[in-house]
């Protein structure tokens, strides 16, 4: 890699120093900071820098690039356009090995796509890649997992809950003094249980049907849901894309028991007027960030 070069252009400070000492913009959501940039067919990337972690890759954003779990959910070049250059920039600056998630129907290309890209750039694009299928989870952290969901676009897609993973005491000890808390995990009783929550959820571009399926209850129960939202004329257009409609989103309202939906992926055409006045007609406008039309237009957050 020709780090001269590199740095040459504009590279030579480190994301997470100038992250650091940029005014940071962005959105708080559920207690999250989010970040992001999605427009569509152009790209996306969405970030909870947080729990360090981007779903999509889009052209690999700067911000993007200090988060250590990235989850693909599908090929498209609009949301896996920059993985490469994300891989690339961490490795350029030190930074530890991503780890990536993708659907296993695209591992194989994915792979092949770094081959190339080392053959080229004769650089060792050090990261972990793991596949997951649909309802298969991975730990990201002690107190952190994630699982796989089916989604409905036009080629191989999946969405993506962030879980969190407490620890409580079991009734039963509850009330009993640190010293017999202690004698008892020395005797080896499991004094804990393991409780966990859908905080986050990631479908990327996806028909309406995500919805409805029975296997997404946790989908539509995490504190956050962020989906992808089609600006078509009319909800066949955006079938035919393999995408939702806005009015489906508002006509299955009775089914989120989400926190906050953060719509993403309006096309950069798309009126600030209009996006406005659908909100304010959904009885549940509140759980809708409107975010000032950041991540759902143009603007980027991160920045």
Not at 53 to 69: K, T, V, Y
């Amino acid at each position: 890699m020709d780090t001269k070069g590199r740095r040459g252009n504009g590279l030579g400070e480190n994301p997470e120093t100038t992250a650091q000492s940029k005014k940071k913009k962005g959105i708080m959501i559920e207690g999250y900071p989010v970040e992001g940039l999605s427009i569509g067919g152009q790209e996306t990337c969405v970030i909870f820098p947080t729990l360090k972690i981007a779903f999509d890759i889009g052209r690999c954003p700067q911000r993007a690039i200090s988060q250590e779990f990235l989850f693909i959910s599908h090929g498209h070049m609009d949301h896996i356009g920059g993985l490469p250059m994300y891989v690339a920039t961490r490795g350029l600056y030190k930074m530890r090995p991503p780890t990536i998630i993708v659907p296993t129907a695209i591992k194989e290309n994915v792979e092949r796509l770094f081959e190339v890209h080392r053959a080229m750039d004769q650089s060792e694009l050090k990261h972990n890649l793991i596949s997951l299928n649909v309802g298969e989870e991975f730990q990201l952290r002690k107190d952190l997992k994630v699982k796989a969901f089916k989604t409905y676009h036009a080629i191989p897609s999946q969405g993506y809950i962030i879980y969190s993973v407490k620890q409580k005491l079991k009734e039963e000890y509850i009330g009993l003094s640190g010293n017999e808390i202690k004698n008892l995990k020395l005797s080896g009783v499991e004094i804990t249980y393991t409780v966990t929550s859908p905080e986050i959820a990631f479908t990327g571009d996806t028909m309406s049907d995500f919805i409805i399926d029975p296997s997404n209850i946790d989908v539509l129960r995490s504190k956050i849901l962020s989906t992808f939202v089609d600006n078509s004329m009319t909800v066949d257009n955006a079938r035919d894309y393999g995408h939702t409609h806005l009015s489906e989103i508002v006509s299955y309202a009775d089914k989120f028991e989400n926190q906050a939906i953060l719509l993403i992926h309006f096309s950069a055409r798309y009126q600030a007027d209009i996006f406005k006045l659908q909100i304010l007609s959904v009885k549940w406008k509140d759980k809708i960030l409107k975010l000032a039309l950041g991540l759902c237009h143009i603007q980027e957050v991160f920045s």
